[in-house]
Every structure is written in C-alpha cells, then in structure tokens.
C-alpha cells in the first residue's frame, strides 16, 4: 500500500511517496523538493558472500536529461557515461554513507539515485543525498541510520540554510555538510570570491541636479578564518539534528524490520597475534619505518609469508597478513599515542621536507616541481583564449557555459610502485582535481580573462597528493605569469584516538591516513581557508578537537606559503612560449564585420598574422594572442582597416580664393604645411611667401592663408595678401 510523507525542514518542504514504485528493490523512495524529483533505490545480494576486505558498496548518481525537457545532445540521443557533476555527486553519497557499514559486512550492495524531473533552482546534491539517506534508513539494513545533509551559505554577513542556486551563486562560500543527529560524517567547503559595489558621493560635483557618484568594484576572495568556520558548522550541526530529528519522525513507522545479516567469516587471529607481538614486535618496527616511506604493503605481505614459513603455516598466510596488519596499526598508534612519535620520526605537527623547482619545463607556459617528503606533484599551467575553454552544461542550466579555469589531476599507478596500465580519470581522481581546483579559482584576478588548464601528474605518492597539487598548481600559475592575488597551500590532518586521549597529526602520509581516525584536508593563504574537505570515521570529532585541528593546519600552512612565497621570487619566466595578448574595444555592431559572410573575414586574418581571436558581440571586446607583439599589432591595425573601410572622413571643399586662418603643422625646405581642418592640411609653397622666408615662422604659429586651388585633399595655398 502506497503513502505519502510530506515534511517541512530547513526551510524546504519536501515529499516521501513510499511503496509506489521500483518495490521489488530492498528499499525505494519517490522524494520530492518542490519541482524536483529523486527516485532513490538500494538492493543487496544476501546469496553471494564477498570475502575481500572492504564495504561493497556501490553508489550511482544518474541525471536524465528529460527531467528538464531535453533530448540529450550528440549524435546517440540517450544518456552516456556520467558527466564529472553526476560523479562527484555520487561520491559524496558514498562518503557519507559508507561508514555506517560494519567491516563484517560482505553483501554486494548497489545504491542508485535518478534525477527524474529538476527544478532550476534545486540544489540536485542536497537532494539526492536526503532521498539516497531515507532509502537506506527505510532498509532492513540493521545498521542503517539517518543520515541528512544541508547546503549552507552566508550573504550579506547572514548564514543562509539550504539556498537556492541563484541565493548560492550570490554567497560567501560554498558548504556541504553530513551527519547524523549525534556527529558529523563528510564536511566540504569552498570559498567564492565575490563584487563588491562601493558607491562613494563626490562631494561639490552636481550632474542634472543631483550629487555625482564614483563607483568602486572591489573583489573579495572571502576566505574564512578558522573561528568563523567553526561557528558555521556549529549551525551546521544545528540544522543536521533537527533534519534528522524531522526525517527520523516522520519515517520511522514505515522502516523495515531489520535481517540478520549473514557476517564474513572471521578467522580467529588472536594466536597469530600473540605470537607477533612476542617474537616479532622490533622487526615489525623497521618494517614500519620502511612503510612510511611508501604507500605499498608488500613488507607486510613478505613478513607475514616469512611469518607463515617458519610456523609451517603457508595455508594459513591470510589470518596471519591480517594479524601482522592488525599489531601493525596497534604499533603505529601507540607509538604517537604513548612515545609523542611517528613513524618517520617525526613529531606530531612536524612537516616533511619540502622542495619547489619552478619552470623546469622550458617549452610549457608554467610548471612547478613540488616535493613534500615522498609525494610529488608536477604541476604545468597553460593559457588560452575563449575557444580553449571548456564548454558544459549542468542539467539545470538553461544555456551551456564556460569553463575558464580547469584543474586537471592525474594519479598514475607508478607514483606508488603498482604495475597497472593508465586509464581513464577515476572518481578519486576527479574529487581531488576538483577540490584542488576550488581552493585556487577564487585567488585569479577577475579582470584576468583567459582561460587557464592546470594539469597535476602526481609522480609519487605517500599521502596529501591532493594538498600538494594545491601548492603546485598555484606555483605553476604564477610561473605561467597568470594574475593570483595571493597564493595557495594545501596540508592534510589526521587524527589518532583512544578513549580521552587523541593526537593531531600534520602532513599524515598513508600510512597514517590508512590507521587514522580522520581524513582532513585544508587549503588556503595566510588570511584564511579557501577550501576544505573532511571524512570522519562513524564515532564523531568534537567541535573543539577540530577547532585545534584547524590551527595546527594553519601554523603549517603558514609554514609552507613562506616557502612558497621565496621560490615565486626566483621564478624565471618562459618568455618565448608564453601567450602575447592585446584586446581593444570596437562599436559592437562592427563585430559582424569583423566576422565576414560566413567567417571569412576573421579565418583570414587569423591565417594571415598567425593569431587567435576572441569577439564578444555584446561588449564589442575584441582579444587576440599569438606569439609575438608584431603579429599582434599588425592583426590590430587590420582589424581596425576592414571595420573603418566604409567610414573614411568626408573631404571638405574649399572656396577658391578664401581667405581662411590655419595652424603651421610642419616646416620644410620647399614650404610649410597648414592645418585649414581637423586632419586637413595643405601645402603652402615657399614661392608664395611674397618676399618672406621660411625662417619667419615657427611650427604651431597661426597663419592667415588664401586657397588658391583643390584637387581631394591636396590644396595649394599662398600668404593672405598673394596676387595670383
């Protein structure tokens, strides 16, 4: 029997159509927020058992293009694979859900959210992770809960809850934040640069009888200082509570009556473990310290075979790799824990050694080199004009869109010493390229308008890759000679608990991301954080634990802006292959000439001067690159030639005869030249001076001279007092 729930939450009132459609699922939902619908679906195979050691948890996040009345672009008229938005969508689900999953856990399970219809205004994340959580929470899944996420903005100095697109688009920064009525889950965020319009009155100046106003744009990159970010997510946490409060009450009487799930079959590895920690704890240890120079486990897989051998266990080597593991995260975190040491040997807020190289490739525009301990990002920033930017269109806009500033970042399989071939960018690979590129694009000075490609090779990897491209890039950027009103730097946090006890880490490698209880990047400049991206095991951080956190982040981000700020200093710039630029303004409706019948006007001259060229039919902008300053000038001056051939001025006639007073233009040795009209000159003959010499008069001195014959522009013309 179907029903409907309708909730009003967090300003958003929303509908749960519950047992109406895709009912042979574990669990489906019909959710809809005004015009906006999601149909969520969660099923499980209880018949298949997998053994390996993670969640099998799948999530999809499909948009249909008829949920907007369209008929999808392209020449195969269906929807394809998924586009970046649909895949960051889906991996925000899944980080939000996953850690509800005991490790026991071994269903294959598939979580499948499909935009059905979309208002324009809809915030499609927001939604699809509210109808993705109440599916699940309605499963017979035992461990399921409420999970609610909420969209947060602040405008005008105001915290907005759950904005709308255009309201989000207009905000300070950008947060999505998940939980559960007792902690946080996920937490990102990103800061938005924003106009601001001054109007300042000139004091004693009238104009149609009111005061004249000067206006000043002013940009603001909005970065948010620690403090204040805590305050958000404390409304965060406020709004999260009263969600889940809401959802739990209106739904709960409709949950499933939970299975008891068949649990993977654990091997018991207490003896294993005993036997490792009393013969085999100090070479453990060394092992340790070789593991956290890399982000591979092949010495545990060797010490535990070798472990295996000598117990004449070979058939047993799983339970005992998993033991080894196990004392092996005991270690690690006893070691920081009890001895205030890592397993490098750093303490807990030290960094790895850092080096920057910049420009190391001559022919790219910028690059930059970055190591920090064994990760190592190289970043290589290129410049370009509209026709390089990246055309998209997410399923709410009415029109596509430009994309002028792209981060793309690459983790090949060699930076961690796997042998696997490279293959297309993977959902890891997207989210990092894409919070790396939030923390950078509100630092480019607005009034810079080229397009901008940053690619991250990630060429060796032991944790924060993400936070070392942020560095990178930034660099590359500013090696690129592209305009950054400041410049930023990335580091990764981690977290070691134990009952009351607890550890800050700075600048965690894998090792410590794989054994920690939190995963915590942050990005910004001295003045703040321009992006933020958290994960936090099931168990919840205090608000007051983190906010230590973010200081210790900050101290070290300060750390490494400063050597950042002395490699920009040394940068020596690639002048023969950066991009040379001019742009001017023409009369908008002379665009069209430009372009010519059927752009052959334009085709030509970018053939002829060896240059690309940008025209905005609105504002009349005309821009052009090419590769030297003469090509650039040349195209200019045509430009200005083909849009001027039908306005050539007028030539005045002249009465024969007339007397007309002029300025001396030019002195030479046959007469002088007389300006008669703007642009108009004639020629005075040093034989029509009547008796005076040329070096009676002086440049610029006005004359009174007779016209004594025209042929177009050129005249000839005598002393007023000439008898012809």
């Not at 489906?28 to 099923?43: H, K, Q």
Request: with cysteine; charged share 30%; hydrophobic share 40%.
């Amino acid at each position: 029997m179907s029903c409907e729930v309708t909730v009003n939450v967090n300003n958003r009132k929303q509908k749960f159509v519950l047992n109406k459609v895709a009912k042979q699922s574990a669990s489906s939902v019909w959710f809809e927020d005004g015009n906006t619908v999601m149909l969520a679906t969660l099923t499980y195979n209880p018949d298949e058992m997998v053994e390996e050691d993670f969640v099998p948890l799948a999530v999809q996040y499909v948009e249909k293009a008829y949920a907007v009345g369209k008929i999808p672009a392209g020449f195969v008229k269906r929807e394809q694979k998924p586009g970046d938005f649909e895949t960051l969508t889906a991996r925000i689900v899944d980080r939000s859900l996953r850690p509800l999953f005991p490790k026991e856990y071994g269903y294959n399970t598939i979580l499948t959210i499909m935009a059905l219809s979309a208002d324009e205004e809809s915030d499609l994340q927001t939604a699809a992770m509210n109808a993705a959580a109440s599916c699940m929470y309605l499963s017979d899944l035992p461990f399921a809960k409420m999970v609610y996420g909420v969209r947060i903005t602040r405008i005008d100095g105001k915290i907005v809850i759950n904005p709308t697109l255009s309201e989000l688009e207009r905000g300070d920064f950008n947060m999505f934040v998940t939980g559960t009525k007792d902690e946080l889950l996920m937490i990102e965020f990103a800061s938005q640069g924003q106009e601001e319009v001054e109007i300042i009155p000139v004091d004693d100046v009238m104009l149609d009888g009111l005061p004249l106003e000067n206006t000043i744009v002013k940009y603001k990159i909005n970065e948010v200082k620690e403090d204040e970010l805590i305050e958000i997510l404390q409304q965060a946490s406020q709004a999260i509570k009263e969600g889940t409060k809401i959802y739990e009450e209106a739904l709960k009487e409709f949950k499933k009556a939970p299975i008891e799930f068949e649990k993977r079959k654990e091997t018991d590895i207490s003896e294993y473990i005993k036997i490792i920690k009393e013969k085999y704890v100090k070479e453990l240890r060394e092992i340790i310290t070789h593991l956290s120079k890399s982000e591979r486990d092949y010495l545990l897989k060797k010490f535990a075979r070798k472990i295996a051998t000598t117990l004449d266990k070979e058939d047993e080597f799983e339970a005992i790799l998993k033991a080894v593991k196990e004392v092996k995260r005991e270690i690690v975190r006893g070691m920081i824990l009890d001895e205030g040491v890592r397993a490098d040997g750093r303490k807990p807020d030290e960094i790895r050694p850092i080096s920057i190289e910049t420009n190391i490739l001559p022919r790219a525009h910028g690059s930059c080199l970055f190591t920090r301990g064994q990760t190592q990002a190289l970043a290589v920033a290129t410049r370009g004009g509209d026709m390089d930017a990246q055309v998209y269109g997410n399923l709410t806009d009415k029109e596509e869109k430009l994309e002028k500033f792209m981060l793309h970042y690459n983790f090949p399989s060699f930076s961690v010493g796997e042998a696997e071939r490279l293959g297309p960018p993977s959902r890891r690979e997207l989210g990092h390229g894409n919070l790396a590129k939030r923390a950078l694009e509100p630092l480019i000075d607005p009034e810079f308008d080229e397009t901008v490609r940053v690619v991250s090779e990630i060429l060796e990897s032991n944790g924060s890759s993400s936070m070392a491209t942020v560095c990178a890039s930034s660099l590359a950027m500013k090696a690129a000679k592209v305009p950054l009103l400041k410049l930023a730097a990335g580091i990764a946090m981690g977290l070691i608990t134990q009952g009351e006890r607890y550890a800050i880490l700075t600048d965690i490698m894998g090792l410590e991301d794989h054994d920690g209880d939190m995963d915590f990047k942050v990005a910004g400049t001295f003045d703040g954080i321009t992006a933020m991206q958290m994960d936090i095991k099931l168990g919840g951080i205090s608000l007051d634990i983190l906010k230590e956190a973010l200081y210790q982040a900050r101290d070290a981000r300060a750390y490494i802006l400063e050597l950042m700020e002395n490699a920009a200093k040394d940068i020596k710039y690639n002048e023969d292959v950066l991009p040379k630029a001019l742009s001017f303004k023409v009369e908008p409706d002379k665009i069209i000439d430009i372009i010519g019948t059927a752009g052959k006007t334009v085709k030509e001259i970018i053939s002829k001067f060896d240059v690309t060229i940008d025209l905005d039919r609105e504002s009349g902008k005309v821009k052009i690159y090419g590769d030297t300053h003469d090509s650039l000038q040349n195209a200019k001056n045509y430009i200005l030639n083909v849009i001027c051939k039908d306005d050539k001025p007028k030539i005045p006639t002249f009465e024969i005869g007339k007397v007309i007073e002029g300025k001396i233009k030019r002195i030479v040795d046959f007469g002088m030249f007389v300006e008669l009209a703007p642009g108009v000159e004639g020629l005075l003959h040093k034989s029509k001076l009547k008796g005076k010499n040329l070096d009676d008069f002086n440049e610029g001195d006005k004359i009174k001279v007779k016209v004594l014959s025209q042929s177009g522009f050129k005249i000839e013309l005598a002393l007023e007092d000439y008898d012809v």
